[in-house]
């Protein structure tokens, strides 16, 4: 009896994996595209409901498309910055800053800007907003709210682009939702502890030389907690939100809680390994100890003491405008 679930082989990167000429047609990027017409649409809604309009100001159907392009720009721009800068371990994009933005590899091939972080795309994001709110004179706070009922929701199809990709799988593990991913790291037959994982989830390695060990799908963890989940809490708080910039706060609190707890379950990237660790020695493909932190976790914990901090100063500002 199999315990584990191979990923599905008609999946693949490519829209169209058959047809040379529409091969830089990705899933990945076309689940951007929902994800931002996600987040339009219910930026839209909440505008409808009166969350951005003041006794003074009646936004217009340009006001929704300028903010959330100019914050898609920014975000992008922070994504992409943070992915070359943070994440890459050759030190490169140091050296040679303009690549960041060159969309082709040493031997003219165009490749895209392949690699984005979730966590520059916020501070960058967040950078978009403040000075869109600023040119037009509007409330952040107000503003920020009503983005952040939409990044949830919009954000679960990034991850499932991760997902068709097939990358950013999580650690080995036995749960009967294991999957087998193509481009995991692949382990010895002859490793006893190898054939003693093999035998528990029912894996027949007979023959075998090297092994492809079932993993958590921690892009769909992240995409159901990070996603759906975190957009639905804040839905339902929306309407019960005690001072503007709340709801903010909720966000990135509740999502650096969220992806702090599934980085156990994710494994980090094997050329950065853990910032922090107890063992520096421990192997990435498994979780050995709670005190060994990745690049991610350090991350979500930063977004969490912001939340805070962010939580506090908007509601004081609130209490002081209110006397």
Known sequence: MFLYLNYPSWIHPQIF???????LLRWYGLMYVFAFV????????CSKDGDLNTSTYTVSEDDLFSFISTGIVFLLIGAR????????SSGLYWKKPWLIFWPFDSSGSFTGLAGMSYHGGFIGGLFGMI???????????????????AIPLGYTFGRLGNFLNGELYGRITTMPWGMTFPGAEKFSAALPWVQQFAEEVGMDISGLRLINLPRHPSQLYEALFEGLILWS?????????KFDGMLGAVYAGGYGLVRFVIEYFREPD??????IAKDS????YTNTSLLNFSTGQILCFLM???????????????????K
Request: glycine share 2%; charged share 20%.
């Open 38 to 45: 996600t987040a339009y649409l219910l930026l839209k809604k």
């Open 304 to 322: 969490i003491a912001f939340a805070i901090i962010y939580a506090v100063c908007c509601y004081l500002y609130s209490k002081k405008n209110n």
């Open 270 to 275: 094997a050329d950065i390994g853990y910032r």
């Open 81 to 88: 910055i943070f992915s070359t800068l943070i994440y890459d």
């Open 131 to 149: 000075i869109w709110c600023k040119r037009h004179k509007q409330s952040f706070l107000k503003w920020s709210d009503a983005m952040v009922c």
């Open 281 to 284: 020695s421990a192997p990435i």
């Open 17 to 23: 994996p058959e047809i040379k000429f529409l091969e």
């Open 233 to 241: 809490v804040i839905w339902l708080v929306r309407r019960h939100k």
